[in-house]
């Protein structure tokens, strides 16, 4: 059973920072893509960055220069560092493993911006 449990998320002024975890059980973790995605109220849920099992890297226009993903196949852990957050990044963040054609999701985490 495929798990993922994202962390990390809060209450952040305008222009701070967060680091927000996934960690995931029961996947090759190594083989799998990575994403971040988020949703915020009346919103469709959208990409905010993604990463292969090659660590290449893809950033959304509104995350380029202010977010970084990252992976840790040690430690079965994906990452988004969160920088210069603004109150339009507010929303819920989900991450989602992709891998043989399956799409998972963790449970989302909050993360709110306040200006």
């Known amino acids: 059973q495929v798990q993922l449990v994202e962390s990390g998320g809060g209450l952040v002024q305008a222009g701070g920072s967060l680091r927000l975890s996934c960690a995931a059980s029961g996947i090759i973790f190594s083989l799998a893509r990575m994403g971040w995605y988020r949703q915020a ?11 292969t099992s090659s660590s290449e890297t893809v950033y959304v226009e509104s995350s380029k220069g202010r977010f970084t993903i990252s992976r840790d196949n040690a430690k079965n852990t994906v990452y988004l560092q969160m920088n210069a957050l603004k109150p339009e990044d507010t929303a819920v963040y989900y991450c989602q493993a992709y891998l043989v054609s399956n799409y998972y999701w963790g449970q989302g985490t909050q993360v709110t911006v306040s200006s």
């Open 41 to 51: 109220p009346g919103k469709q849920r959208e990409l905010v960055a993604r990463i």
